[in-house]
């Protein structure tokens, strides 16, 4: 099922995990009635993703092939009173370029034996929180009650609140008066609440691909920006950044997994490396932080 899901067929599948072809035969027997009655209807495309119940059923699979997978790394790292195996671990932009890497050089130096794969995933639609549902990560690093809301089935905490601030270029006379730059995972719905009751923010006339984009044009002069914490680590010295005072907005940055992985050792040392940072790394902009205008 997982190797139909990826855009192959079952016997591929079962090549791809090492299955030899007897076995390989009687497995796809074995599944042949829930394909046709659940995952695969008439008329249909031989994917699983032709119905909602075939996608979860696939995210099913996933999460069990990532078992048995870890059931040999678990097994040999407690012989050895070790963590060891590949973690895979799905994070938004600002998350995986501050958030982590401290996190997991800390890890890897603890357990040599851990093996992290980070994939980079936007905080639209399913998110990471949807990485994570679907079996293809282990743990996500997610915006809570942003534009990817957490599914009920996963598990998880909040690591840190992120306050907004306002992000101009240095020495600009009136930053109020710059055109709004933005972008599509910027904001919660507590954010846009506020966004909405500031009759001096413009609506955004430029949209950027990510944050990163965005601290670039207000650093060559194109505009305001309001940004997350984690978003202005490492900002270039032509940005100043302003605070919005009191009242002003954040939004909360937390892992997420599914009762299955959050009992491996590996995600376990993980959340624990994570859990140091109850607060954001300082941003190499905070000696310009200004009072609120």
């Known amino acids: 099922m997982a190797g139909a899901a990826a855009g192959g067929a079952m016997g591929r599948g079962l090549v791809q995990r090492g299955v030899r072809s ?32 075939g996608a979860r059923a696939v995210a099913h699979a996933w999460r069990i092939l990532r078992l048995l997978d870890a059931l040999g790394a678990e097994a040999r790292g407690e012989e050895a009173d070790t963590v060891a195996g590949p973690l895979r671990v799905a994070a938004f932009r600002s998350a995986a370029l501050h958030l982590l890497p401290p996190a997991l050089e800390r890890l890897t130096a603890r357990y040599p034996g851990v093996e992290p ?10 998110g990471t929180a ?3 549902a679907e079996g293809r ?40 008066s710059l055109p709004l730059v933005d972008w599509a995972e910027n904001c919660s719905s507590y954010t846009r609440e506020w966004w909405a009751g500031q009759d001096w923010i413009p609506r ?48 909360s940055v937390g892992y997420v997994t599914t009762p299955g992985p ?5 995600v376990r040392a993980l959340i624990r490396e994570l859990r140091r940072f109850r607060t954001p790394p300082a941003s190499s902009g905070d000696h310009r932080m200004e009072p609120g205008l």
């Open 22 to 53: 007897g076995c390989g035969d009687a497995a796809g027997r074995g599944v042949s009635a829930v394909r046709v009655a659940v995952l695969m209807p008439a008329g249909r495309s031989s994917s699983p993703r032709s119905r909602r119940a």
């Open 117 to 126: 794969q980070v994939r980079v995933v936007r905080e639209l639609g399913p």
């Open 130 to 132: 949807g990485e994570v």
């Open 137 to 176: 990560a282990d743990l996500g690093i997610a915006t809570i009650g942003t534009t990817s809301p957490v599914p009920a089935r996963l598990i998880g905490d909040i690591l840190l609140e992120e306050p907004y601030a306002l992000v101009h270029p240095v020495g600009h006379p009136d930053p109020r």
């Open 204 to 251: 955004a006339t430029v949209e950027a691909e990510d944050d990163g984009a965005v601290l670039s044009m207000v650093g060559s002069g194109l505009g305001m920006a309001i940004m997350p914490t984690l978003s202005l680590t490492g900002a270039p010295p032509s940005v100043q950044i302003t605070s919005l005072g009191r009242g002003r907005p954040s939004r």
């Open 262 to 266: 959050a009992g491996t050792s590996a």
